[in-house]
């Protein structure tokens, strides 16, 4: 496949979805109303309004190598500080996935380069759960890993003050740990939805 194919597959795509709606863009281009925030991978094999069934409009989406939520990355922050502050976002999704590279590289000792100090994170959540990991084989471990991040991540994002300060001035916000299967296309619930402040340890709670 080449570069002029995608253009041509954008083509179609959009007179398609005129043929059906032929305001559908006008009103798109007119505002952004989505009530979702997705944290996902970026890995190719996960795309975000698919899995779930939304059109663009719905879904506001980050994406990066192993769906991280980093206390210093500017570029996640300005994120979620302009869904929850500005779109005002009801739902905060952060979804991994199985099998995932990031993860397995965390798992591996091989030197990859810059991303290397991008997954450090991961490494020390394995050292944590070692425990856990006794006795299962490579992909066992993989994709234990990967929900155990995707827990992490949830609370990472109720760590930060923008989640914080909205849940003080009464804003509904509810943030949910989900995991994608990349062999059957279903999405799991991990059980880790997170909704108030007093969810959270307080040793990562601001005060006024």
């Known amino acids: 496949m080449d570069i002029k194919q995608l253009l041509d597959n954008n083509r179609f795509w959009s007179e398609s979805l005129r043929a059906r709606d032929p305001e559908f863009f006008a009103r798109l281009a007119s505002q952004q109303r989505p009530e979702f925030l997705w944290v996902g991978c970026s890995d190719s094999r996960v795309p975000a ?30 994120v979620l500080q302009y869904a929850v502050d500005v779109l005002q976002v009801r739902q905060v999704i952060v979804c991994g996935h199985y099998g995932c590279g990031g993860v397995r590289a965390a798992l591996g000792h091989a030197e990859l380069g810059l991303i290397d100090n991008w997954l450090r994170a991961l490494k020390g959540l394995y050292h944590q759960h070692l425990d856990r990991f006794a ?29 914080q300060n909205a849940w003080k001035r009464a804003q509904p916000l509810t943030v949910h740990g989900w995991i994608y299967g990349l062999e059957d296309g279903l999405v799991k619930d991990l059980g880790v939805t997170i909704d108030a402040a007093g969810q959270l340890d307080a040793s990562f709670l601001y005060e006024d």
């Open 135 to 163: 006795g299962l084989d490579e992909e066992a471990q993989v994709n234990l890993l990967c929900e155990l991040n995707v827990q992490r991540q949830v609370r990472n994002v109720c760590h930060t003050t923008i989640v």
């Open 49 to 78: 309004n698919e899995v779930v069934g939304l059109m663009p409009g719905e879904l506001f989406v980050h994406r990066n190598v192993a769906n991280m939520v980093v206390a210093t990355d500017m570029n996640f922050l300005s």
